[in-house]
């Protein structure tokens, strides 16, 4: 069965970074395009990255662009996100999924931003 284990969240200071890790077992790893969502309290789901098969195309939401990256290592079946500049309103429950099914998540690693 799919399973997805984030990890590497935590509690930051502004302009501080993170680096996230998504683990994955359970289907061929790098067959699959994969993405980074993140939901603040109260707010909807958001599609922070994505990744394509062999990480040859990455995307980013606007409010991003230009201090995460995106990554995979197709050999150990990781995702990651590097997370530089973070900003109060990056505060989130961060989850990693298969871009075809973004609603199959893992449990989530919080990512706290705060003086």
């Known amino acids: 069965q799919v399973q997805l284990v984030e990890s590497g969240g935590g509690l930051v200071q502004p302009g501080g970074s993170l680096t996230l890790s998504c683990k994955a077992s359970?289907?061929?790893?790098?067959?699959?395009?994969m993405t980074w969502v993140r939901q603040a309290p109260g707010k909807a789901i958001e599609m922070v990255s994505t990744i394509t098969t062999g990480g040859t195309s990455t995307a980013y939401v606007d409010a991003v662009k230009g201090r995460f990256t995106v990554s995979r290592d197709d050999a150990k079946n990781i995702l990651y996100l590097q997370m530089n500049g973070l900003k109060p309103e990056d505060t989130a429950m961060y989850y990693c999924?298969?871009?075809?099914?973004?609603?199959?998540r893992g449990q989530g690693t919080q990512v706290t931003v705060s003086p």
């Open positions: 999924a298969k871009l075809t099914e973004p609603s199959a």
């Open positions: 359970g289907f061929t790893f790098s067959r699959h395009a």
